[in-house]
């Protein structure tokens, strides 16, 4: 089964699309979640940090901002390089995950040979 039309075919009605960015986003937000607790976990338990304080990091790695607390043994570094590396790699899926039906739509608008009706 298709998810998205061809650009031969008429564009899906408003309603189906709705439907693809409500999939989209909660698709995008699940894979921020999960990444989010393997951060918070691997923080908290490699780390030794609070929970509040492995929160707050594995966020500022998620979102891109960088490092808050000083890692002290080599077993948290390493988690840290890998869940940054890790974590750019989610961030920009999760983009395009959730950016997907609306590029389609834009795309589809512009090169149909059909009115939207």
């Given at each position: 089964m298709r998810k998205y039309e061809k650009f031969s075919d008429a564009m899906a009605?408003?309603?189906?699309?709705?439907?693809?960015?409500?999939?989209?986003?909660?698709?995008?937000?699940?894979?921020?979640?999960?990444?989010?607790?393997?951060?918070?976990?691997?923080y908290h338990w490699l780390g030794d940090l609070p929970w509040v304080d492995a929160i707050l990091e594995a966020s500022m790695i998620l979102g891109g901002m960088g490092p808050v607390a000083t890692m002290k043994s080599d077993t948290v570094k390493l988690f840290a390089s890998f869940y940054a590396l890790f974590s750019g790699f989610i961030l920009l899926s999760s983009f395009g995950i959730f950016t997907a039906p609306w590029l389609h739509r834009l795309l589809h608008y512009f090169h149909s040979d059909t009115p939207e009706k």
């Open positions: 009605p408003h309603k189906v699309w709705l439907g693809r960015v409500g999939r989209s986003f909660a698709l995008a937000v699940a894979l921020l979640g999960i990444s989010l607790f393997i951060g918070v976990a691997g």
